[in-house]
């Protein structure tokens, strides 16, 4: 499942080098010199999870549905095709990936899901044929639950 779901990723024009990417820019004010090597293999971890690939292939299957006009009803497809502002189920697919690393990956995904740094500002863009809705909002998902795993995993002392 986990090389099928990077394939799919690859497919829609995403490497998990360009999910470190987006890690580095959440963690560069904590972490300045953290290096995408270091941040891979994190990433992968987070891409291992069931879940994760659960919500890859759901979100991705929406994505493809919707730029062949497949999807049962034309005007979810345009919904999804457009991004459009009001519809938030994509968030909400997105949320179920953060809410396995805690709150502190859903307040970096809401800031990056605004900031739309890297490859997120990228299949953002809406200068293809190839839907995003969903994807965006997955790779800021899985960049915002790494950054979360590496800020878990560097806590300092709390000081009283």
């Known amino acids: 499942m986990f090389d099928k779901c990077i394939e799919l990723l690859r497919s829609r024009g995403v490497e998990l080098e360009d999910i470190a990417e987006c890690v580095v820019y959440l963690q560069q004010k904590h972490h300045p010199d953290v290096t995408i090597e270091e941040i891979l293999p994190t990433v ?16 991705i299957a929406l994505d493809i549905g919707a730029e062949r006009n497949e999807l049962f009803d034309r005007e979810l497809c345009a919904i999804l095709n457009t991004d459009y502002t009001l519809y938030g189920i994509d968030e909400v697919l997105a949320y179920g990936i953060c ?43 899985i960049a915002a639950a790494a ?11 709390v000081k009283s």
């Open 44 to 59: 992968e971890s987070i891409v291992r999870k069931r879940e994760v690939q659960h919500a890859i292939l759901t979100g």
């Open 99 to 141: 809410n396995l690393y805690g709150s502190i990956a859903l307040t970096n995904f809401g800031y990056i899901d605004r900031e739309k740094p890297c490859i997120i500002g990228r299949l953002n863009s809406h200068d293809s044929t190839q839907c995003n809705c969903f994807l965006d909002d997955i790779v800021g998902a």
């Open 147 to 157: 950054a979360s795993k590496i800020a878990h995993g560097h806590s300092s002392e």
